[in-house]
């Protein structure tokens, strides 16, 4: 009886070693299969870090050919480059103007009329009358680029001195002169008026205010008229320049800025509707898509600068000439490659991380 349980004992053992071994036979070849699948995980990143400059130029190739122009997009070239060229051929600089008259009664309709015999009364540096005894060169149709209070940029601030010490500046910046009742009446220091314009602001607290917002009314009375206001410190530097932009071709802040909106109206337009074509199974991500957009807008504002300049050079007319639309173009091309350069590394690094992280480890 001992004996058989004995027996039994020992066959009871057995079993349960031979049931031991076959289980860490199992966990051994499983830790195998992991340790050849970290291996192969291994060599295979290995393989990539080898050969990633060859990697990194087919991702290069890559993103070139996702955000290359394909026969739609060629299609919103070319209807954006007309819309352009038209934009500049059928609005020229001289188109939409209006009178200095006109210019008053649209600025006064914004101005209440308590206060409108303060901020509404003509400006010092509008004067012209008494200027010859001094040969001042001022005129109805010279002031504008001969005086400083007139400059976009500088007017801001000579036009509020000028209002504070009863002045004008001309455009060399040295001479000024005394107005009173809008008669030039005699030649003072540039550092005079200002001495004086300080004094007024010092006495009262609210003069400075109410010669800014006095400015800027007049700024706006000026803007839309036929003389317009003229391009910002040009005057100073070349003041035969200036005439000849101000009176001959129109060239002023008026018709730069309406340009520049128009443009980038257009440019806006076509971006909108180009997105509605955005395909997420074709592109990686909305931003991989609008480099292709904005190539669409850069090459066709480049095109239709490049007519307008090579058409002005040939026909001389000038006033045709979209100062707003170059200006927008270059704007362009220095944000759209620099919003092209950061996608493409997005793409690239992005690309090329998943390929070193594969697939995750599946361990049994």
Not at 233 to 241: G, Q
Request: hydrophobic share 40%; with cysteine; aromatic share 10%.
């Amino acid at each position: 009886m001992d004996l058989s349980r004995e027996r039994a004992e020992l066959l009871s053992q057995l079993q349960a070693l031979q049931s031991e071994s076959q289980e860490l036979d199992s966990r051994t070849d499983k830790t195998l299969r992991n340790m050849h699948k970290i291996a192969d995980e291994s060599n295979r990143v290995a393989d990539v870090a080898h050969n990633a400059k060859n990697i990194l130029d087919d991702l290069d190739r890559e993103f070139e050919q996702k955000t290359k122009l394909n026969g739609l997009d060629i299609t919103f070239l070319f209807l954006a480059t007309a819309i352009q060229c038209a934009r500049w051929f059928i609005l020229s600089n001289d188109k939409f103007r209006i009178t200095s008259t006109e210019g008053d009664k649209l600025v006064a309709g914004f101005v209440p009329k308590s206060w409108q015999n303060i901020l509404l009364a003509s400006v010092p540096y509008d004067a012209v009358r008494g200027g010859a005894q001094f040969e001042a060169g001022l005129a109805g149709t010279t002031h504008r680029f001969r005086t400083l209070g007139h400059d976009p940029i500088m007017g801001w601030v000579f036009g509020p001195v000028n209002i504070l010490s009863d002045s004008l500046t001309k455009h060399d910046i040295i001479t000024s002169y005394r107005v009173r009742n809008g008669i030039i009446t005699e030649p003072v220091t540039t550092p005079q008026i200002f001495a004086e314009a300080g004094q007024q602001i010092r006495s009262d607290k609210m003069n400075l205010p109410a010669a800014i917002v006095r400015q800027a009314i007049h700024f706006g009375s000026d803007y839309f008229t036929a003389q317009g206001l003229p391009v910002p410190f040009i005057s100073t530097v070349d003041n035969d320049l200036a005439k000849n932009l101000l009176t001959k071709f129109h060239i002023d802040m008026w018709s730069i800025t309406r340009g520049a909106a128009l443009a980038e109206l257009v440019n806006m337009i076509v971006a909108y509707i180009h997105r509605l074509f955005y395909d997420p199974e074709q592109y990686s991500s909305p931003r991989v898509y609008e480099v292709k957009t904005r190539k669409i807008i850069r090459y066709s504002n480049v095109i239709a600068s490049t007519s307008n300049v090579i058409y002005t050079a040939i026909s001389g007319d000038l006033l045709r000439l979209d100062v707003g639309g170059i200006l927008v173009t270059l704007w362009r091309l220095i944000r759209d490659r620099k919003f092209k350069q950061e996608v493409k590394r997005e793409f690239i690094t992005e690309s090329f991380n998943d390929l070193i992280r594969g697939e995750e480890y599946d361990f049994e």
